[in-house]
């Protein structure tokens, strides 16, 4: 018989010792030879996981084998080794893979051909077991990351520029001083700027500065609940230096993310949006030039939805408004509104009490209760004081408590601020272009062009009714 052999494994199986993989290159060439097989494929993909079939090139390999009919039996260590995605749906399909082509598949142990019944039986249900025992690896490997950062512990992994792993655990590499030298360059200019002044790739620096990174390098993480955590590793910079940073992007973000000044006064802001399909709002103009003298056309600007350059996604309510129209309305609004402080006390008073009334449970309190129920679980689980399946029907009830209430969070609006914190009032004609700008961001969630409404969606309440939303006719 002509047989081929396949040599995998993956860090799932560091606890299996029999899976080694210089076991499975001496052990399996002499199951064949004493069976009396003739190796004329042996493929080995090495360290490598079986979740995706695609991704290993020696199985890939034994596929085409299989379907050039060049090979009559299989060999690997066990069936997992074909397959093991948390569906089984890949190894099922190998299984009729070799069915149809008349290949067994055999182990160290036992040869199956797939055409007999109860074999082919065997075959599935291994697939089966494989996939069961796959999700609840993933599921404990999951939990333990949660519990680390719980801890404050490092999840392992490649280590983060700035860091080099040492005997005890993270310890500085000499690129710490560059992390902080692209960090402080990041508080006057965007990543490209910060890439150019320190040398280091662009990618690599806005990974650096991401949130999540930032707070690493000063010695903290998220525990999974939102709450950062004192981490086990020494810090490269403080966490008042990270503030800065991302306050410092976020108005560069504010700004459209580039240092020149907007060409007009709701673009780049992130806030104008079309009311009908949600997209962001342009600015749009007729460049032609009049043939006879040359010059363009004095025609005026209009905001429009972006989707008129997606021809496949054509938005069914699009319109042109006159952006010297929409800018003048939604500038008189916003002062006018700021400038009255006794109607915003009783619109932020009228909020409070619709808030009283309701009379729902406190969302994020039960949240928090759910989250660290479910985390004194997992550490019951990893402490052995629980079993992985005892604890398993308590773990599902919780999930689905947490995301019935971020379902709930979800739909819930933020409640608007108190006036004590809103901007105060200004007459908005002295203002120069950028601050006009920046108070609207200050002011404004967000503008919604519905065509003939504008619908003005406020940080705090402005009507009596308590409402946030304001709209406007154009």
Same mark, same amino acid.
């Given at each position: 018989?002509?047989? /081929? ?12 010792? %029999? ?34 079939? $695609?991704?290993?090139?020696? *199985? ?25 995605? &948390? ?12 069915? %149809? ?10 040869? +199956? ?10 075959? =599935? ?26 801890? /404050? ?26 992390? &902080?030298?692209?960090? @402080? $360059? ?7 700027? $910060?890439?150019? %002044? ?18 690493? +390098?000063?010695? =903290?993480?998220?525990?999974?609940? /939102? ?37 007009? *006064? ?28 040359? &010059? ?16 496949? %996604? ?31 006390? @009783?619109?932020?008073?009228?909020? @409070? ?17 759910? @989250? ?85 969606? +406020?940080?705090? $309440? ?13």
């Amino acid at each position: 018989m002509r047989a /081929g052999i396949y040599i995998r494994k993956s860090r799932e199986d560091k606890s299996k010792p %029999a899976l080694r993989l210089d076991a499975q290159r001496n052990q399996l060439p002499a199951v064949a030879e004493r069976r009396g097989w003739e190796v004329v494929v042996v493929e080995d993909d090495g360290f490598a996981s079986g979740q995706d079939q $695609a991704r290993l090139p020696g *199985l890939q390999r034994i596929i085409a084998a299989i379907k050039q009919r060049r090979l009559d039996v299989v060999l690997a260590i066990e069936h997992t080794r074909f397959s093991r995605d &948390e569906t089984a749906r890949q190894s099922l399909e190998f299984i009729e893979l070799c069915r %149809a082509n008349g290949v067994k598949v055999a182990t160290p142990d036992a040869v +199956y051909d797939p055409d007999e019944h109860l074999q082919w039986f065997n075959l =599935y249900l291994a697939g089966g077991l494989s996939a069961v025992e796959m999700r609840q690896i993933r599921r404990r490997m999951a939990e333990g990351r949660a519990e680390a950062r719980h801890q /404050g512990r490092w999840a392992g992994g490649h280590p983060p520029l700035g860091y080099t792993l040492g005997e005890h655990g993270l310890e500085l590499s000499k690129d710490a001083g560059r992390v &902080e030298q692209v960090v @402080r $360059a990041a508080l006057e200019q965007a990543a490209s700027g $910060a890439a150019r %002044a320190t040398g280091i790739p662009v990618g690599t620096v806005r990974r650096m500065l991401r949130p999540r990174r930032l707070n690493f +390098y000063a010695g =903290y993480q998220d525990d999974g609940t /939102g709450n950062l955590v004192r981490g086990q590793w020494p810090p490269i910079m403080d966490l008042d230096l990270v503030r800065r940073v991302l306050l410092a992007k976020s108005r560069r973000n504010a700004r459209g993310g580039k240092s020149t000044t907007a060409a007009h *006064l709701l673009t780049g802001l992130g806030i104008l949006r079309c009311g009908h399909c949600e997209r962001s709002m342009k600015t749009w103009k007729d460049h032609k030039k009049n043939p006879r003298t040359g &010059e363009p056309y004095d025609r005026p600007t209009y905001y429009g939805c972006a989707s008129r350059t997606e021809v496949a %996604a054509e938005c069914p309510g699009r319109k042109m408004v006159r952006a010297e129209i929409l800018e003048r309305r939604v500038l008189e609004d916003v002062e006018r509104r700021l400038s009255d402080r006794a109607a915003l006390k @009783r619109a932020f008073d009228a909020y @409070r009490r619709a808030a009283d009334l309701g009379g729902g449970r406190n969302l994020e309190a039960e949240r928090d209760a759910s @989250r660290k129920a479910k985390q004194r679980l997992v550490r019951a689980v990893a402490e052995g004081v629980i079993s992985f399946e005892d604890a398993r029907p308590e773990r599902e009830r919780l999930d689905m408590d947490l995301a019935r209430i971020d379902e709930q969070l979800s739909e819930a609006r933020l409640g608007p601020i108190s006036p004590d914190l809103i901007p105060r009032a200004v007459r908005l004609d002295v203002l120069s272009f950028d601050e006009k700008r920046e108070y609207l961001c200050a002011c404004l969630e967000s503008i919604r062009v519905r065509l003939p409404f504008v619908y003005l969606d +406020y940080r705090f $309440a402005v009507l009596g009714s308590g409402k946030t939303r304001a709209r406007l006719e154009l």
